[in-house]
Nanobody, 125 residues
């Protein structure tokens, strides 16, 4: 199983980006898919997660109302629409997938089995 994240780039504060994460396997078999990010000198942090049907999502407080996670199981792809970007959103964003993740642990990186390589998002002030 491979995950390939893309869509990062340089954007001004207040702008938008849409990240994609293409999976080599059938995403319908992954109970949860998620985005995490890591800024320079900081620990990796949870951004958002979504269950297989798309009916259950969880967001970090820092992105709630600005970011939207979605998935298209027919295309084996996970998305992250990021609006109203702030300089503090600057980080490497990685996607993750897990077959056995449960809701109560879906914000924990240790719950996920598969990880993409990450895509850089830089927000200038």
């Amino acid at each position: 199983v491979q995950l390939q994240a893309s869509g990062g780039g340089l954007v001004q504060a207040g702008g938008s980006l849409r990240l994609s994460c293409a999976g080599s396997g059938r995403t319908v078999s992954w109970r949860f898919m998620a985005w995490f990010r890591q800024a320079p000198g900081k620990e990796r942090e949870f951004v958002a997660t979504i269950n297989v049907s798309g009916g259950s999502t969880i967001y970090a407080d820092s992105v709630k109302g600005r970011f939207t996670i979605s998935r298209d199981n027919t295309k084996n792809t996970l998305y992250l629409q990021m609006n109203s970007l702030k300089p503090e959103d600057t980080a490497v964003y990685s996607c993750a997938a897990g077959k056995s993740v449960i809701l109560s642990s879906s914000a924990s990186a240790s719950a996920y089995n598969y990880w993409g390589q990450g895509t850089q998002v830089t927000v200038s002030s």
